[in-house]
């Protein structure tokens, strides 16, 4: 137990001729529990609300502000700065801006097939003009209702090509889940197979069947159709999982995947990195497994198939030559656990979508200590992470794995019930802001 003392003045409440009279406060606090600095901190709050309600006894409490000036400009650091240009193009012009730098390089590869950037941009610029001709135009959202391959990347660019944003419509998911997110979304235009195509309710929806179409769609004009649908145009509509209720659609504009993908170095993002597609087609992981590669000129593996195993992972890592893969929490906890040597050739791994845990996260830092290993957070709303850790080493004794600080363009803030900041330490509900 520990003692100190400290005094406050307070203007005129028992004072008296005028005198500002000081009160002596002695503060006793257990040592195993607080240190000196937390103490003086809370003890220095408790003065500046006295100090507030001696101004103006009638001021509501929630509005007293608690934070000195040093806390307030600790706290606008961790919130991070923001960007100051954000980049507006649209994901078509950023991918044709790669296409054009390297149009033979491998962009997707599933298989013994690969897909060069050039044959990925014409594939997807003639099937965006076959939607534009059935109608498709910006502010539209077309479904796309295949299993994993290289004609589902395929498919969205060209969605996003003709101006309108996709949906993806796990061919997994049972005919109520995909009812529901057609009706949300105002689907009128599906892409799918006539494999697929039968258990897909609704019968005003225009089905646009790539293998019974594929000699019309082969026959359009390959070049870029040049539509015109800003950053603030939507690029895609993701559902929630419905974990505490009805699933909900979240539209994401393409400044939100553009400035995700391109400009933050969370990921070191190379051109020469290779990244497995695993997660499921309507997580919002996709996005970063497809747009991180196809922004900066990596290759994309595909997996066959829309669920993927753990074998196979282990297969695609070694044999692909993936260096960039990432994780549910879990998943990588089974990989850790299972199959240790998978992570020898990656150069980064990311773990998300719950809490990652210590004692994986510390077996994976010690075997291989040249791997990146990232601990990132951020919902559905925000478009994949919003904060990113670089974990470097686990503290001994430590709980749990840091979620980090906000990406570039990202904002953060720890905010009380009323929106205030709430001072370090006291906990609070974390919002997002930014161009994600």
């Not at 901190?41 to 509005?63: C, H, M």
């Not at 044709?96 to 013994?112: F, H, N, W």
């Not at 210590?358 to 830092?365: F, G």
């Amino acid at each position: 137990v520990a003692k100190f003392d400290l005094t406050f003045f307070v203007e005129e409440v028992f004072g008296v001729d005028g005198r500002a009279d000081g009160l002596r406060w002695e503060v006793e606090y257990a040592t195993d529990l607080f240190d000196e600095g937390t103490v003086v901190a809370v003890v220095d709050r408790l003065g500046r609300l006295l100090e507030a309600v001696v101004a103006d006894a009638d001021v509501p409490l929630s509005s007293v502000g608690l934070l000195g000036e040093e806390e307030q400009g600790v706290l606008e650091r961790w919130s991070g700065v923001g960007s100051g240009a954000v980049d507006g193009r649209s994901v078509p012009e950023v991918f044709e801006a790669r296409v054009r730098v390297a149009p033979d390089a491998v962009a997707l590869v599933q298989g013994g097939a690969e897909l060069t950037y050039g044959e990925v941009n014409g594939r997807a610029n003639r099937l965006a003009r076959h939607l534009i001709d059935a109608g498709v135009g910006v502010g539209d959202v077309v479904g796309v209702h295949l299993t994993r391959g290289p004609e589902l990347i395929v498919s969205l660019l060209a969605v996003l090509k003709a101006g309108a944003a996709y949906t993806l419509l796990d061919p997994a998911f049972p005919v109520e889940r995909l009812a529901t997110v057609i009706s949300d979304a105002g689907v009128r235009v599906l892409i799918t197979r006539e494999d697929l195509a039968h258990p897909v309710p609704g019968s005003e929806l225009h089905r646009v069947l790539l293998d019974r179409d594929a000699g019309v769609i082969a026959g359009r004009d390959g070049s870029d159709p040049g539509v015109v649908c800003g950053g603030w145009g939507a690029a895609c509509v993701m559902f929630t999982s419905g974990s505490t209720g009805r699933p909900k659609g979240v539209v994401a504009p393409h400044r939100a995947l553009v400035s995700t993908f391109v400009g933050p170095d969370y990921l070191e993002f190379r051109a020469d990195d290779v990244y497995l597609q695993s997660s499921p087609v309507s997580w919002d992981a996709f996005a970063l497994e497809v747009f991180s590669a196809l922004f900066h000129g990596g290759r994309t593996v595909l997996p066959m198939g829309s669920r993927t195993d753990l074998d196979e992972i282990a297969t695609l890592v070694a044999g692909c030559g993936v260096t960039v893969l990432q994780l549910s929490a879990s998943l990588f906890n089974v990989l850790v656990d299972d199959y240790p040597g998978l992570f020898a050739g990656l150069r980064t791994v990311m773990t998300a979508g719950e809490a990652a845990s210590v004692s994986h996260v510390t077996r994976v830092r010690e075997r291989y200590p040249s791997l990146r290993v990232l601990n990132g957070y951020g919902p559905v709303e925000s478009m994949g992470f919003t904060t990113s850790h670089l974990v470097e080493g686990v503290a001994e004794g430590a709980v749990s794995v840091p979620i980090g600080v906000p990406l570039a363009g990202k904002r953060v803030f720890v905010l009380d019930e009323w929106l205030r900041p709430v001072p370090v330490g006291v906990p609070g509900e974390l919002y997002m802001a930014g161009s994600g």
